[in-house]
């Protein structure tokens, strides 16, 4: 079963993604156990502070060593071979996450996901406490929540048993080296558009072979790069 905690100062913002839909299913099943965790039940002082002024100056805060350490090392334990779960800090700093990134991480099974916030995480908690730092995007959120969610929904949809088609984890969009080509459903006709006349013809190996094709031309349109990643020539059929 997949075990993952979340840390973060915004609890309440889990509550209604982990009870909706397959996340929320899974669960159910006892597939997968998510459990969130509010830091501000590590702080020792009567403010609950989590962070301070950065040295050197410069905006904003900085989440400090204390409380964030020792929570960490309570849900997960100290780095080394008898921690108990492989600790990920969401971080715009950190290693692109791709679906075979999730697969990585799927087979750590037990996971502790850090959610920053402010300007970031003082360096010595991840130092000395964070086993990788994972990164969404190139692009500026307040905080790890949603790159949490995001991560959670990934690793969900892989386990075994959750989907109702388990085919769908395996071939849907980045399950490979091509993006998924374009989808139709009823009504054959809308607005003067017609569904490819290869989808209706019944010819499972033509509707294949068309599937294909357009996965190719799509991912050679948008996202070039995932081709060159697997070694494929963009200009390529």
Same mark, same amino acid.
């Given at each position: 079963?997949?075990?993952?905690?979340?840390?973060?100062?915004?609890?309440?913002?889990?509550?209604?993604?982990?009870?909706?839909?397959?996340?929320?299913?899974?669960?159910?099943?006892?597939?997968?156990?998510?459990?969130? +965790?509010?830091?501000?039940?590590?702080?020792?002082?009567?403010?609950?502070?989590?962070?301070?002024?950065?040295?050197?100056?410069?905006?904003?805060?900085?989440?400090?060593?204390?409380?964030?350490?020792?929570?960490?090392?309570?849900?997960?334990?100290?780095?080394?071979?008898?921690?108990?779960?492989?600790?990920?800090?969401?971080?715009?700093?950190?290693?692109?996450?791709?679906?075979?990134?999730?697969?990585?991480?799927?087979?750590?099974?037990?996971?502790?996901?850090?959610?920053?916030?402010?300007?970031?995480? $003082? &360096?010595?908690?991840? =130092?000395?406490?964070?086993?990788?730092? %994972?990164?969404?995007? =190139?692009?500026?959120?307040?905080?790890?929540?949603?790159?949490?969610?995001?991560?959670?929904?990934?690793?969900?949809?892989?386990?075994?048993?959750?989907?109702?088609?388990?085919?769908?984890?395996?071939?849907?969009?980045?399950?490979?080296?091509?993006?998924?080509?374009?989808?139709?459903?009823?009504?054959?006709?809308?607005?003067?558009? &017609? %569904?490819?006349?290869?989808?209706?013809?019944?010819? +499972?190996?033509?509707?294949? *072979?068309?599937?294909?094709?357009?996965?190719? *031309?799509?991912? &050679?349109?948008?996202?070039?790069?995932?081709?060159?990643?697997?070694?494929? $020539?963009?200009? =390529?059929?």
């Amino acid at each position: 079963m997949l075990e993952v905690d979340v840390l973060t100062l915004f609890p309440e913002l889990f509550e209604a993604f982990l009870g909706t839909a397959f996340v929320g299913q899974a669960r159910e099943k006892g597939l997968a156990a998510v459990n969130v +965790h509010d830091l501000r039940g590590w702080a020792r002082d009567r403010h609950r502070s989590v962070d301070d002024n950065p040295y050197g100056g410069g905006p904003g805060m900085v989440m400090t060593p204390e409380p964030l350490i020792p929570a960490i090392e309570d849900l997960a334990g100290s780095v080394g071979p008898e921690r108990k779960r492989w600790v990920v800090a969401l971080s715009p700093q950190g290693r692109p996450l791709d679906q075979t990134g999730l697969e990585r991480l799927l087979g750590r099974n037990r996971l502790l996901l850090v959610c920053g916030r402010y300007e970031g995480i $003082d &360096q010595r908690v991840l =130092d000395l406490a964070v086993d990788e730092e %994972v990164s969404m995007g =190139d692009y500026v959120l307040s905080g790890g929540e949603i790159p949490a969610m995001a991560v959670v929904e990934g690793l969900v949809r892989l386990v075994p048993g959750v989907l109702g088609n388990p085919e769908s984890a395996r071939i849907d969009s980045f399950g490979g080296d091509l993006l998924e080509g374009p989808q139709y459903t009823r009504p054959p006709e809308y607005r003067g558009r &017609q %569904v490819p006349e290869v989808l209706l013809s019944g010819d +499972h190996a033509a509707i294949a *072979r068309w599937r294909r094709e357009e996965a190719v *031309r799509r991912t &050679q349109e948008r996202r070039p790069d995932l081709l060159r990643r697997h070694g494929r $020539d963009p200009s =390529d059929g």
